[in-house]
């Protein structure tokens, strides 16, 4: 099969699945109690019935739940019911790319910092610099990011001064640095230690000794030979990675109070606004699903014996 | 890892825990908390709350939503910076009738909106008639229910017309058949405030009957009264139009309201962002965008700048604005946030000059902050009380209703609450000059013990038995809060002491809590928050047992209550009107529906520079007062003087 009747065949695949997303969330959704209008105070039934009425909710569920998933395959998810003047398109449009620039960022400084000391602490292994990168990415897997953050803030914002405490202060600015800190203390030690795993085993594989054999330089053998083999689980853990940034980033954005898409999830859902919910659930579950894809074919690239 | 590598990790995590703690300790013993530098010109950066949900003073029904309104609306009536007070806005003075059922308006005439057209008598109207279309939706419509056929228009409702003679079917006439009184109509005295008119004679006509405009709805309604049947029969429906309501441009600056009955508190409702004035073409030419910056015109102290949701709203100075001289603040960027801990430390460092009320962890203040000179902490326009359930179980009981209510001390919730003051009554005290609640629930355990025992449970002996006691068919059901949980197991612990008795506790999620208290499905207890005022008049809380759906909760409702309600609104002199609503609340209290614990205090912050901004019971604040001190020497030394009702920038 090529390559390109594979990628095909899952992109079809993802329609379906995003469908069956919706179409739970969706149910889950009408079988939570409190609709998107009530709050501490009863509504008088009058008002109630008025907007009830404005926004279809007096029509029968089939009828309801038909103009939904009509507005999901036109990828039009309708207006917000709480903040009535915009779409949820537009939402998306304006708050995916902070999280996007937050999460990509976190990724990036994740992967930079943790190929590097998985890679120092495979070369010297049982060293101190070995033990002392390991115990960081210890304390990094068992640190969660709304215990990090605070700590973060206490120090840089507001014993030192050095940076804003919170609020989003556009692309690039300052106020990125610690939200980007605390997202991406995580990653860096899962990609630590995975690439740390990963060097090890080739390291000794007869490939690598054979390269070594042939005279290569150390840095050529690591560069050229050791990493392309060591990164492997780097790669495959991307996938699932950049789930978790999403559900990651929702902590953070509300920690620093940042405009993206994870405070609307939050809100959206006490709020129990259904096209908002609906429209950010298709949203990361396609995201989630085309980068899961886009792992499986960066594998073949990069590992000559997956074939398709 | 050797052991002693290890020990000495641990130590290092430790020491650097210990100097995180030091920091905040040694930031909380500061006379301000954090950063006092102001920014440069005439800029305050303050924290209102949640995202607005929109824009449209008519839409919005929250406080954040209410603080940016006030910057961006003018109303008839603005609120006085230190007490709430009624003073004028673009009404220069205003007169009622006799017994308070019509209320006149004087607007002045250099109001504009910020494109520069004039404000006139006709935009309130337009304003009101919008607020209360039913197609808008607006959650918010019924603050303008007092003004007669207000609730008729905004419910969808129809008159009842003879389609032979062209009469009215009254209201007075379904009341007669149904066997109730007639409803008294309201005085007529109202032309020598301002001049008579066709319509002013119309709306004082006798109240015509309403019925449900929609078909399916009136047939139920008509089922449902015995002789509806009969009145309807063979007439045309005419539904109820926006031009009907009991709101009139006399001329192009008098503006007269009609009410359906004696409202002597609706100065203090047309205060209310509901009642804020927009400007018609904007509103028609761009319908639900019609907020976005770009197309708004506004008609208050500061119009819209900016809107970036989750991150800002940002107003700026109104030139166009009447009292445009008085406004000293160039621009304000109003911050949604909700994280308390966020807020602080914002704050602290100096990024925001103001937040809202309640926005400072009660963990905090008890580590110092209410000691701190920026902490705002003053009387507030709300109850915190427990409703019981009068429909089911023990608690239908009035004895058994008093005694749990007497057996808890006030006084030591409020020093577990921090923030909150004891109150045994229903209104709260210290708010609203003039008025006396009666003394209310006092701690009294044998009064509670004898109580019990009157209502059966008892030993042979006669005295009260704890072992009698029905925990089976209580609980104390909260919805999810940290601060509701600390108060139901404070009291779980209270009844414990007192009565020997444990009632279990039952937590239910926030919005579902709502649903099951007005349904009355909760076993005895329901824990919720308690209510914060509308406006300031003790009829904003007594009002809620006139009816036995919407807020009340606890199935209690009572003629006799409304009646006597009734009469005190009918009472022209406010002093004696407030003796007669403080009689009504002594009888709610004998009445024991609820369970009245608390009176909320205001918990905010403020950085010394900002002047003109005060604890008011109900933090709303007029912009137009406040400005940014920059003059160190006239910096407030600590919390402004509430009791003097002098105010900067007066």
Same mark, same amino acid.
């Not at chain 2, 949640?50 to 824009?55: C, G, I, M």
């Not at chain 2, 910076?81 to 709430?84: D, E, N, V």
């Given at each position: 099969m090529s390559r390109f009747n594979f990628i095909l065949r899952r992109l079809l695949v993802t329609v379906p699945m995003v469908l069956v997303v919706v179409a739970l969330t969706w149910a889950l959704i009408r079988l939570a109690?409190?609709?998107?209008?009530?709050?501490?105070r009863k509504l008088p039934p009058t008002i109630e019935k008025n907007i009830r009425a404005r926004y279809g909710l007096d029509q029968p569920w089939y009828v309801q739940y038909g103009k939904v998933m009509g507005n999901i395959l036109r990828l039009d998810f309708g207006n917000s019911l709480r903040y009535e003047n915009e779409t949820v398109n537009e939402i998306l449009r304006r708050t995916v790319p902070v999280s996007a620039a937050l999460g990509t960022c976190a990724y990036l400084l994740a992967l930079v910092v943790g190929i590097t000391l998985g890679t120092v602490a495979a070369l010297r292994q049982n060293s101190k610099i070995d033990y002392g990168a390991m115990t960081l990415t210890m304390l990094g897997i068992s640190f969660p990011n709304f215990v990090l953050g605070p700590i973060l803030v206490l120090v840089?914002?507001?014993?030192?001064?050095?940076?804003?405490?919170?609020r989003w202060g556009g692309?690039?600015?300052?106020?990125?640095i610690l939200p980007v800190l605390t997202l991406s203390f995580i990653y860096m030690a899962y990609i630590a230690r995975l690439t740390r795993a990963g060097m090890l085993e080739v390291l000794r594989s007869d490939y690598i000794r054979t390269a070594r054999a042939k005279g290569l330089t150390e840095a050529q053998v690591v560069w050229r030979h050791a990493m392309r083999g060591g990164l492997l689980p780097v790669v495959s853990f991307t996938g699932p990675a950049l789930a978790l940034l999403i559900s990651g980033t929702v902590v953070v954005e509300r920690i620093f109070a940042m405009p993206g898409l994870g405070n609307y999830f939050i809100n959206a859902n006490l709020n129990r606004d259904e096209p908002l919910i609906l429209g950010i659930v298709a949203f990361t579950s396609m995201t989630v699903l085309i980068f899961n894809l886009l792992v499986d074919v960066a594998y073949a690239y990069i590992d000559p014996r997956i074939r398709y | 890892m050797s052991k002693a590598k290890r020990l000495r990790l641990i130590a290092q995590v430790v020491g650097c825990a210990i100097l995180a703690a030091g920091c905040v300790a040694r930031a909380q013993k500061?006379?301000?908390?954090?950063v006092t530098s102001p920014p440069p010109g005439q800029t305050l950066r303050y924290i209102t709350g949640?995202?607005?949900?929109?824009?449209d003073p008519q839409m919005s029904s929250g406080q954040p939503e209410a603080r940016i309104a006030i910057s961006m609306f003018e109303g008839l009536l603005e609120y006085h910076?230190?007490?709430?007070e009624p003073i004028p806005g673009v009404a220069e003075r205003w007169a009622s009738n006799g017994n308070a059922s019509e209320f006149v308006f004087f607007l002045r005439r250099n109001a504009k909106f910020s494109n520069g057209d004039d404000i006139t008598a006709r935009d309130f109207v337009y304003t009101i008639r919008r607020g209360l279309?039913?197609?808008?939706?607006?959650?918010?419509?019924?603050?303008?229910?007092?003004?007669?056929?207000a609730e008729a228009l905004n419910e969808g409702g129809a008159f009842v017309r003879?389609?032979?003679?062209?009469r009215f079917v009254l209201a007075s006439e379904a009341a007669e058949a149904e066997g109730a009184a007639p409803a008294q109509e309201p005085s007529k005295a109202g032309e020598d405030i301002a001049p008579d008119t066709e319509f002013h004679r119309l709306i004082h006509e006798p109240e015509r009957l309403v019925v449900p405009s929609d078909e399916k709805e009136r047939a139920k309604k008509v089922k449902a009264g015995t002789k509806l049947a009969g009145l309807v029969e063979g007439k045309e429906f005419v539904p109820v139009k926006?031009?009907?309501?009991?709101?009139?441009?006399?001329?192009?600056y008098t503006l007269r309201f009609t009410l359906k009955q004696p409202t002597p508190y609706f100065l203090g409702i047309t205060?209310?962002?509901?009642?804020r004035v927009i400007h018609e073409k904007t509103v028609e030419r761009y319908?639900?965008?019609?907020?976005r910056p770009g197309n708004i015109v506004c008609s208050g102290s500061h119009m819209l700048a900016e809107h970036t949701p989750y991150n800002q709203v940002v107003v700026v100075k109104n030139p166009?604005?009447?009292?445009a001289a008085r406004v000293r603040l160039e621009k304000i960027s109003f911050f949604p946030l909700e994280e308390q801990t966020t807020m602080m430390n914002l704050f602290k460092a100096g990024e925001v000059d103001a937040t809202y009320n309640h926005s400072v962890p009660a963990s905090w203040l008890r580590a110092g902050?209410?000691?701190?000179?920026d902490y705002m902490d003053a009387p507030e326009n709300g109850s915190q009380y427990w409703q019981l359930?009068?429909?089911?179980?023990?608690?239908?009981?009035k004895r058994f209703r008093k005694a749990l209510a007497m057996s808890v001390d006030r006084q030591a919730l409020q020093g577990f609450r921090v923030v909150s003051k004891a109150n045994g009554a229903f209104v709260p005290t210290g708010?609203?000059?003039?008025y006396q609640s009666p003394p209310g629930f006092t701690l009294d355990v044998e009064g509670a013990k004898r109580l019990l025992a009157e209502a059966g449970y008892k030993d042979a002996s006669g005295n009260f038995d704890p072992s009698k006691f029905p925990v089976k068919d209580l609980e104390i059901t909260y919805n999810t809060s940290e601060s509701n949980r600390q108060v139901a197991e404070f009291m779980q612990a209270q009844w414990k002491q007192h009565l020997g008795v444990t009632i279990p506790l039952r937590n239910i999620e926030t919005k579902s809590f709502f649903g099951m208290r007005a349904r009355l499905d909760?076993?005895?207890i329901a824990a919720g928050a308690g209510w914060s005022g509308?406006?300031?008049?003790p009829y904003t809380y007594l009002?809620?047992?006139? #009816? !036995?759906?919407? &807020?009340?909760?606890?199935g209690w409702y009572d003629p006799k209550y409304v009646k006597m309600l009734e009469a005190a609104n009918r009472e022209a002199d406010q002093a004696k009107r407030y003796q007669m609503l403080s009689k009504v609340e002594e009888y709610l209290l004998d009445n024991a529906p609820i369970i009245p614990l608390l009176k909320p205090a205001t918990s905010w912050m403020k950085k010394?520079?900002?002047?003109?901004?005060y604890p008011n019971?109900?933090?709303?604040?007029?912009?137009?007062f406040v400005y940014i001190e920059h003059?160190?020497?006239?910096?407030? #030394? !600590?919390?402004? &003087?509430?009791?003097?009702p002098h105010y900067d920038g007066e």
């Open positions: 109690p409190g609709s998107f209008y009530e709050g501490e840089f914002a507001l014993s030192l001064y050095w940076l804003p405490p919170a692309f690039p600015s300052r106020s990125l | 500061q006379e301000w908390f954090g949640a995202e607005p949900e929109s824009l910076p230190k007490t709430l279309r039913p197609e808008l939706a607006s959650r918010v419509a019924f603050m303008a229910w007092d003004i007669k056929y003879d389609p032979k003679t062209g926006p031009e009907d309501i009991g709101v009139e441009a006399v001329d192009d205060q209310h962002q509901f009642f319908g639900v965008n019609w907020t166009k604005y009447w009292d902050l209410r000691h701190s000179k359930n009068t429909k089911q179980g023990p608690t239908t009981d708010i609203l000059p003039g909760y076993k005895g509308d406006y300031m008049d009002g809620l047992f006139a #009816t !036995a759906a919407g &807020d009340n909760g606890t010394p520079y900002v002047k003109g901004l019971p109900g933090t709303l604040h007029a912009w137009k003059d160190q020497a006239k910096w407030d #030394t !600590a919390m402004p &003087d509430m009791t003097n």
